[in-house]
């Protein structure tokens, strides 16, 4: 019975360190823009922690994490956790999903769609996409 309380306590700690670092993001963005302020507000109210970086140079944040050209925002985060990425405007929800699957390596709300957290009212209909372009999340 000790061993079994001990392994269970054993992986709520990991499990809760894991989730920890998968709850952990860090956004790049550039400083004038008030949007990423929004989105980043959009995720901490989903629980997230958000780290921003305001950055002018965000073509090469984007080059170095390995965002596609064709699916460029306004800003990227990272998960910290998962190392997974984030581009631009896609609800928390669609980031929920991308972390229950590791081998997605990021997705995209590409441009800036008016019906996105931070830019405006969700009205169910935002398409987000996975970095190969194919839709991953209707929201």
């Not at 309380?5 to 990991?14: H, Q, T, Y």
């Not at 929004?38 to 305001?54: L, P, T, Y």
């Amino acid at each position: 019975m000790k061993k079994w309380l001990l392994s269970a306590a054993a992986v709520l700690v990991i499990s809760s360190f894991a989730y920890a670092s998968n709850n952990e993001i860090t956004v790049f963005q550039d400083p004038n823009c008030g949007c990423c302020d929004g989105w980043n507000q959009h995720m901490r109210d989903a629980g997230f922690k958000v780290k921003s970086i305001k950055t002018s140079n965000m073509t090469a944040v984007k080059e170095k994490l390995g965002v596609p050209l064709n699916l460029a925002s306004c800003h990227t985060a990272i998960v910290e956790g998962t190392g997974q990425i984030i581009e631009g405007h896609v609800p928390s929800t669609a980031v929920h999903k991308m972390l229950t699957n590791a081998s997605i390596k990021g997705v995209a709300a590409p441009g800036m769609p008016a019906n996105s957290p931070g830019m405006g009212q969700m009205d169910g209909n935002l398409i987000t996409v996975d970095f190969n372009g194919q839709p991953f999340s209707k929201d």
